[in-house]
């Protein structure tokens, strides 16, 4: 016999939803580091390794976005790195560096126009936004129901507190959305005008050196910076660390 005490059994969809989370963003043990400046040069490293931009500058605008995903709660706005270029020039490889260190990454075209609203307000992850000259901005046809959603999300999401609302397809009751967020968008035309100036702009340009084709994940020292990162996050997010780890009383000045 069940009682109203008895906490209520997850459904079929709630047990789907967190299988795939777990694949999305896997749990991964906290690894210690040095210091900050230490796991700052990691993950600069990291990205001159795979990475070929225009400007060297652009390896710390990217190093500190990676770190600032992390501490994202403890800030009321956020900038959008936007990488600005021609095709080729390494603005998808950005993103991908992106995916593979930053706090929760998930690709726009990953989520439909219906599930936008609900995926960054359940979860305030990295949206890494990838081939915007796409949208269909001064078309005869329009922008599409996503980019639409996406561009709410941009123009509300840069401020903590600018809400969104949205009428229940079920009740027709508004319901409230917290797009607050961090991201990071590419495509080789100039965004709208309101967007732009909330973006850092990097402009973007071919390659010139020659970079690896593929990011092995697996490689050590990638999976121990993804630790290094999940204990960076645990301090400043979580205001804790494991035992023997660096705490927030080790960063004071």
Known sequence: MKTDNQPREPTEAELRTKKHLSEMWPLRNPVKYEDEETLYTHIRLFLETFWDPPDERYYDVLASTILFSYRIRQFNTTPYPFLFGPKGCGKSRALDLLRVLCYNPIMSSS????????????????????????WGMGTKSGPTEQTLAVLQVLNAGYRRGAYILRASRETGDPIIYDTFGLSVIAGTEPLPETLMDRCIVLRMEKNVKDIPLTIDETVSTIAELKGQLEMYYSIYSMGKSAEGNPSLRDYQV
Do not use: F, G, V
């Open 111 to 134: 989520l439909t126009p219906a599930s936008i609203y609900q995926a960054i307000n359940a979860w305030h992850p990295t949206l890494l936004i990838d081939e915007t000259d796409k």
